[in-house]
């Protein structure tokens, strides 16, 4: 797959760390532009200065997926700077931890806002350019919250639950415009979102436990099922939830002890 998706336009929300920057990084290895969408602009700048790409060939721009003046920014300035956009990475994303009689109704609308009419609106204002410009690929991150029931996350596991449907439906809606829509679901990966948990090790030994391979997913692990569906090596591959999850939601609870 090696520069698949090289001199490509893409914007990848929630940049600043974790999954996103996993996925940025692997996008401007592969030689493609990116717009670094993202709340924390100045660490974010730093960052990938650090990284040393060519600032050519990426931009930050600020941006709350709440907002839908910020959303449509965004789109603006990369077709600005880079012409189009041929990808969209929604993958901004936020977890609150409560019991399902605790949550409230401003927790309900963060998270959903945040991961699920968030995701929607990246996707349609992204997808107009798209449909204007004959094709592009649309990549929402989910998780396995979308089809396994966890503890405390209601709102988290509503909101991913929302996005595999969305997938879908709008993997259907614009198909006739030649752009694709998929969701990649990670299991646990050592990302800020599930930073303090598994800073008990009893709980990373649990999240390793449950998936087929004993390991944790590392954000760059995303990197490489994120370029395959932005590339034209899946270019008959739409509509689909892809699991990377170690086996995690395909692994049975044991009911007897290995020999």
């Known amino acids: 797959m090696s520069n698949s998706i090289r001199g490509k336009v893409a914007i990848v929300t929630g940049a600043s760390s974790g999954i996103g920057t996993g996925i940025a990084r692997r996008y401007l290895e592969e030689?493609?532009?990116?717009?670094?969408?993202?709340?924390?602009?100045?660490?974010?700048?730093?960052?990938?200065?650090?990284f040393g790409f060519d600032q050519e060939?990426?931009?930050?721009?600020?941006?709350?997926?709440?907002?839908?003046?910020?959303?449509?920014e965004?789109?603006?300035?990369?077709?600005?700077?880079?012409?189009?956009?041929?990808i969209?990475?929604?993958?901004?994303?936020?977890?609150?931890?409560?019991?399902?009689?605790?949550?409230?109704e401003e927790d309900y609308d963060t998270v959903l806002d945040t991961n699920l009419k968030g995701s929607f609106f990246c996707a349609q204002e992204a997808g107009r350019v798209m449909a204007a410009n004959g094709g592009g690929s649309i990549i929402f991150i989910?998780?396995?919250?979308?089809?396994?029931?966890?503890?405390?996350?209601?709102?988290?596991?509503?909101?991913?639950?929302?996005?595999?449907?969305?997938?879908?439906?709008?993997?259907l809606d614009l198909g006739q415009y030649g752009i694709r829509c998929n969701c990649v679901a990670p299991g646990t990966v050592r990302s800020n979102i599930n930073k303090y948990r598994l800073q008990d090790?009893?709980?990373?030994?649990?999240?390793?436990?449950?998936?087929?391979?004993?390991?944790?997913?590392?954000?760059?692990?995303?990197?490489?099922?994120?370029?395959?569906?932005?590339?034209d090596d899946s270019r008959f591959i739409t509509g689909e939830q892809i699991m990377l999850d170690g086996g995690?939601?395909?692994?049975?609870?044991?009911?007897?002890?290995?020999?």
């Open 88 to 104: 969209m990475v929604a993958n901004s994303g936020i977890q609150l931890r409560a019991p399902f009689l605790e949550v409230t």
């Open 201 to 231: 090790p009893r709980q990373e030994q649990a999240s390793r436990d449950v998936n087929m391979l004993n390991i944790l997913a590392e954000p760059e692990d995303c990197g490489g099922i994120a370029v395959f569906l932005a590339s």
């Open 31 to 50: 030689g493609a532009k990116v717009c670094l969408a993202v709340r924390k602009t100045e660490e974010t700048q730093k960052m990938f200065e650090d």
């Open 142 to 171: 989910g998780s396995v919250g979308s089809v396994q029931a966890n503890p405390n996350v209601t709102t988290y596991g509503a909101s991913k639950g929302g996005l595999k449907a969305l997938t879908m439906h709008v993997a």
């Open 74 to 86: 965004m789109v603006r300035r990369t077709v600005e700077r880079f012409g189009t956009v041929d």
């Open 248 to 259: 995690t939601t395909v692994k049975a609870a044991p009911l007897w002890v290995r020999s």
């Open 57 to 72: 060939n990426w931009f930050v721009q600020k941006c709350d997926v709440r907002n839908l003046e910020d959303i449509r």
